[in-house]
């Protein structure tokens, strides 16, 4: 009897990656990648950043050209919805009712935009983006807005917020917390984003939230806000975060939280499903804490250490998170977790335009962001990842050789 | 188009016409060569385009920026000073001939 090889739902990075990193582990077995999107796999990153902006095209950001799909023998079904999942069968059903049975599943089905819970947020004019269609959509009415607001001060938002700004329209940004990025960042990196959109003509309102959205004949004009303020707007770009999708495991009766749970093996409750990328909350070895993370890092070194387990490897999970965000000409780079931390350093000044931040817990290094200090951020890494000890005296004082420590054998 | 070979780690090589403006990254993704990764999408976040320069072709290239030259530290296999990262190279007329040699492991 011949295998049923392994299934991936989801054609975001995670499943990408997982279907070229099982082939590229030399297995042999059957793949099929299957999504509910109707497009090959392609890039999220640029969706907000080059793609928005008009300096990438569509072809650009396709992960791998149709072809790699047939020279690979991985199976590409896009457009199909899966319906449910039966582990005991070990099938997956698709919405058209045939079904696909697997040895292996893995779970990349990625998270879903937050709506925004307000009167008027279904008005023409009010737009989300995560998809690639989503994308068109918001890059056709970019093209003739005027007014833009953009509700959420994450990466997104503000990522598109210096877009629309760099094609010359009037952008607000409204954030509901005192900061900007303040889920991730330190203060002194908040108020750095805060000077540069300003310093580029962008409104940023910190610590208000909008009530309702107003329009004329059904399509958005303007927004207000808790204190009454009025903003006009005829887009109005929502980037108040997403949440995991997680319905199809909960029906197939496996334990979900914030997001899909797995173990060290990113291995649900059944051995045989495995769930990567932005949907899956995993044991974080660097955090100390089950996370749920949702970046290009994760997704790729997820999907490798799953292709690996099911080669035979037997994969613990233990990458580094990094992230990053490109607004205007900044590109902001994360590295760990900074969750937690009791204490930060700087390492460069605001003022000069070149500025890390290390950020520590009980003494030891956590994360590390950098604005154009970028071999800062790249020794972060080593060093995170390593676990080499550094004091936050060392970190500040720009004549320590972070090069030289990172080269050393880790230190216990 | 300049014609651009890319040599894989085991020897076996690929010649790519690419056109100019395109970066070598980018066309190896387009021409199915598996050496090269390019995880961050080519935006100096990740060293899985790492590529090493054939000698004659170094001068010709403009010098590694301070970005490029940091995502290099952390390369999988350990930097030479011919490395580059393959999405920092535009291929214009004058690299004709070029020779990128790929790493045994970019992660």
Known sequence: MTSAGT????TGLAGFQTAASLRAESYQEPITLIGEEPHIPYQRPPLSKGFALGTQDRDSIELRPQKFYQ?????????????????VERHIQLASGSRIPYDKLILAVGASNRLLPIPGAKLDGVLYLRSLDEAIALKECLATAKNVAVIGGGFVGLELAAVASSLGKSVTVIEALPRLMSRVVAPIISQ???????GRGVKVICGASVTEIAGVSGKASSLALNDGTQIDADLILVGIGVVPNVDLTRDAGLPVSNGIAVNEHLQTQDENIFAIGDCAEHPCSFANARLRLESVQNAADQAQCVAATIAGKEEIYRALPWFWTDQFDIKLQMAGISHGHDRIVTRGHRETGKLSVF???QNRLIAVDSINRPLDHMLGRKLLAAGTALTPEQATDENFDLKTLAQKPKST | MPRVIYVSHDGGQKEIDVPVGTTVMAAALKNGIDGIVAECGGVCMCSTCH?????????????ADDTEEAVLEIAAIERQPNSRLSCQIKVTADLEGLIVRMPEKQR
């Open chain 1, 192 to 198: 750095y984003f805060v000077d540069l959109h300003s």
């Open chain 1, 71 to 87: 020279d690979h023998k991985i199976n590409l079904i896009t457009g199909q919805r899966v319906a449910a999942i039966q582990p």
């Open chain 1, 359 to 361: 950020y520590f817990k």
């Open chain 1, 7 to 10: 299934v991936i739902i989801g």
């Open chain 2, 51 to 63: 590529v090493f320069v054939d000698e004659n072709f170094i001068s010709k290239l403009p010098p």
